[in-house]
């Protein structure tokens, strides 16, 4: 009997901590945990919601649709820097233009509350050059930009006025160079010109100009329907077919076969100086065209040609017709110039001629006229699709969010659960003697 006591005490002796008396432990002292978990929970809080209010910031996220914008240039050609847009002189552009930002201090978010990065995207876009129903997408570059404002320098409402502000500002200065663009230069030459030839050129050049233009409008937006229900290559093609029925080298020609001159004042002295100019270079070319005449004639009453001389000769022949071609243009070039010099006042004298002229001048200026509708139309058409197209897209519908430093509910959450692995701790340090072998055998009795 006594053997089966002692058994039974080693045995008890001898047996391990159990899971029970191990949470016994941890959770006996139960208003001590509470208190110690509130508490180290209450200080955490706290530290953190200090820590943010340094550290928070308010983040705008924002893209641009503008022409250019993503190659760093204003559609008109000019340089585009983001950074330009929150100069110090920018930032009190805007406090004066906004009620909301009266009060702030712009030099101190100049020099430490305004923040820009930039980050690169790529989106797809529809090709609306496409008439048929296999239309294509093709690659548009979008640049983003991130505008980090700090959280003590201003409020939310103010960070949202100023983010816009700020944003806004780079398609409002592409809207203002569409509407001060002028694309008249060629027209303007045309009307400073007192020469027919010229002038030709000028619309030639103002015609090119504008046919240019719809291009780039195209490559860069698409073939877009307009208001008056027309796409842009529609336009285009009507352009491009009435400046065939009459082409710029058909009045080019009649200028030259007629000998038309608008005004003699300054034009008489300048095609004298090109007759001379001209009868000089012709003399240049016969004294030498008749020198290698003379070499070729020596070759040639040779009894017999080498392979050498031979070669030779081909090259004095190919030498001379070139010669013989450029005397030969020499000569109808002067002729129209001299053409020109002996209409002068012949308008006052020959009825046909003058019907003639008068004629010509018509057909001028229709060809002015319609390029200069064709131009203010272009001009138009421009405005209307870069401020229907040109928009600031926003990441976020509130323009600005506030971010904080650390995430206060992961950071709270896990707060809460060290706080309350401590005050476990606590109770384990203040009753871990429970568990030990010597305590458990002490009050074995006790607990009988």
């Known amino acids: 009997m006594q053997q089966n006591q002692n058994r039974e005490y080693y045995y008890e002796e001898e047996q391990g901590i159990t899971l029970g008396e191990f949470f016994g432990v941890l959770f006996g002292r139960k208003l001590l945990l509470l208190i110690v978990t509130c508490a180290l929970f209450l200080v955490s809080m706290i530290v953190i919601l200090i820590y943010n209010g340094r550290t928070s910031t308010y983040q705008g996220m924002y893209s641009y649709y503008v022409t250019g914008l993503s190659d760093g240039k204003y559609i008109d050609g000019s340089r585009f820097d983001v950074r330009d847009l929150v100069t110090l002189e920018k930032l009190n552009e805007y406090k004066a233009e906004h009620e909301e930002l009266k009060n702030l201090d712009m030099s101190s978010i100049y020099y430490n509350g305004v923040i820009e990065s930039l980050k690169y995207e790529t989106i797809y876009k529809k090709n609306e050059s496409k008439l048929n129903d296999n239309d294509n997408d093709y690659i548009v570059d979008k640049t983003g930009y991130k505008i980090i404002l700090t959280k003590k320098a201003l409020s939310l409402k103010e960070a949202q006025v100023l983010t816009t502000a700020i944003a806004e500002e780079a398609n409002f200065i592409s809207q203002e160079i569409v509407d001060a663009a002028d694309y008249t230069q060629y027209l303007t030459l045309y009307n400073q010109s007192n020469i027919y030839d010229n002038q030709v050129n000028y619309l030639e050049e103002q015609y090119k100009l504008i046919y240019g233009k ?105 030498e001379i017709i070139k010669l013989s071609n450029r005397i030969f243009d020499i000569d109808e070039e002067i002729e129209l110039l001299e053409k020109k010099l002996d209409n002068k006042d012949r308008e006052t004298t020959d009825a046909d001629y003058k019907a003639q002229l008068d004629a010509f001048k018509i057909k001028l200026q229709n060809h002015y006229e319609k390029l200069e509708e064709m131009t203010e139309n272009y001009t138009s058409i421009e405005k209307e699709i870069v401020k229907k197209y040109s928009l600031v897209y926003y990441d976020s519908n509130s323009i600005v969010e ?18 309350f692995a401590v005050g476990l701790v606590v109770n384990l340090c203040l009753d871990g003697k429970k568990l030990t072998r010597k305590y458990k055998l002490a009050h074995k009795d006790d607990d009988k």
Do not use: C, P
Not at 271 to 292: F, G, M
Not at 403 to 413: A, D, P, Q, T
């Open 402 to 419: 506030k971010v904080n430093g650390i995430s206060l509910l992961k950071f709270l959450i896990i707060a809460l659960l060290a706080s």
């Open 214 to 318: 719809y291009t780039n409008l195209i490559s860069q937006y698409g073939d877009v329907v307009l208001k008056s229900g027309l796409r842009l290559s529609d336009v285009q093609l009507n352009m491009q077919e009435y400046f065939q029925n009459i082409s710029f080298d058909s009045l080019r020609n009649e200028v030259n076969y007629n000998g038309y001159v608008k005004d003699y004042t300054d034009y008489e002295l300048q095609l004298e100086k090109q007759i001379e100019s001209l009868n000089r270079e012709k003399a240049v070319d016969v004294k030498k065209k008749t020198e290698l005449e003379e070499q070729r004639d020596k070759i040639l009453t040779a009894a017999s040609l080498s392979q050498l001389q031979t070669l030779e000769l081909s090259q004095y022949h190919e």
